[in-house]
Structures are given as C-alpha cells and as structure tokens.
C-alpha cells in the first residue's frame, strides 16, 4: 500500500491518495474514502504542467500535475506540490514534492498497466493550445490588415500615410514576433496521447 499526500489550496485540506491492490482510493482528511477507482476502470491518464508556485526560500518550480480520468465517473486530479500559504503576486507558497510525486505516478502507471492494457497516456492541454493558436490566428489578421493600410490609402485620398510608416513597420513586427511565438506554444501545448 503506497500513500501521496497532497493540499491543492487555502480552500482545500490535505488529501491523501492511497494505491491498494486493487483500486486508486482518494482519502479525506479523517481518512474515510471519498473516492475509488479500480485500475480496469482507469482509460486515460493526463498529465500536464500547471501554474508556478515558490518555496520557503523564494525559489520557484513548476507544478505537475495529473488526472485519472475512468471510463465512466468523476476522475482524480493531484499535483506535485503541497499547498503552505498564500504568497505575493499571485503565487503561492508551496513544498515542492517532486521525486515522492513521480514515484506515486510511476507505481500508479505500473498498476494500471498490468490491469488495463488499453489505457492511454495523454500529455500536453488542448486548452491552452487553442488559446495559443487563436491568438496566432488573431496576429495573423492584424499583419494583413497592416500590409493593407498602404493600399488603402492610394484609393482614399484623405487619408495620409506619410506620417504614421513607424506605427506601421512596428506593427508588422510586433504581430509577427507574437504570432511566431503563439504558433510555437500552441505546438509545444498540444495534446499528445499514446499507450500507457
């Protein structure tokens, strides 16, 4: 029996996860089960990077963390970090429980494995890579209705273009630079998913 402890937030209390022979159980505080899931229920494990948070001696990491999603039903959510306090400019303070979160995760990968062998592993989030592609579909608007002003101007006499030629070169590059960069984050985020 391998237990993870973890606290997602100010709101939440410590929860604790405990992998049995048979099933993934989520624990409440008082350690009554709160939620169970059998491996050969499981289908797919999403695996993603969340927000940042820093520890104790100001120093930040990343949070991972995963969903075990079940055929059917809720599914369990848990991360790599154990809630402390609120902290300043929107972060939290957090211990970062890295090495003890990949163990529990790999144990649990191990076990459902063995008793389904169709799960998959999904990695990435199809959130952010929308968003991300979206708003590099937006700059790529932009700089074609700046490499249009121009033109507009030779039909309609009363506007001049003559005083505004840096407004529009920066244009042209700031929405070149943010849609280059959006486009690569919507690839870096999208969702990949192969056999467990």
């Known amino acids: 029996m391998m237990e993870y402890r973890f606290r997602k937030g100010f709101l ?15 624990l409440n505080r008082h350690g009554k089960v709160k ?5 050969k229920q499981i289908s797919k494990v ?3 990077s969340g927000l940042s948070a820093y520890d ?36 939290q303070v957090a211990k970062n429980q890295l090495e003890a979160y990949e163990a529990f995760l790999e144990e649990l990968k191990n076990r459902i494995r063995t008793n389904n062998p169709d799960a998959v592993l999904q990695t990435g989030n199809r959130a952010l890579s929308v968003l991300c592609y979206l708003f590099a579909l937006f700059c790529l ?11 507009y101007t030779l039909f309609v006499r009363t506007r001049s273009i003559g005083k505004i030629w840096p ?9 070149t630079m943010f849609g ?5 984050m919507g ?8 056999k467990l």
């Open 35 to 39: 939620r169970e899931l059998p491996y």
């Open 141 to 151: 608007v932009l700089f074609l209705l700046t490499l249009a002003a121009p033109v």
């Open 46 to 48: 999403n695996s993603y």
């Open 167 to 175: 407004v529009l070169i920066g244009l042209l590059f700031l929405t």
């Open 56 to 91: 104790e001696e100001k120093k930040t990491f990343p949070v991972k963390m995963v969903r075990i999603i079940p055929h059917w039903g809720l599914s369990i959510n848990f991360q790599s970090s154990y809630y402390i306090r609120p902290g300043s400019r929107q972060m």
């Open 12 to 26: 939440f209390g410590e929860e604790t996860l405990v992998l049995t022979e048979h099933s993934l159980q989520r």
């Open 180 to 184: 280059r960069t959006a486009f690569h």
């Open 187 to 194: 690839q870096d985020y999208a969702p990949e998913r192969k």
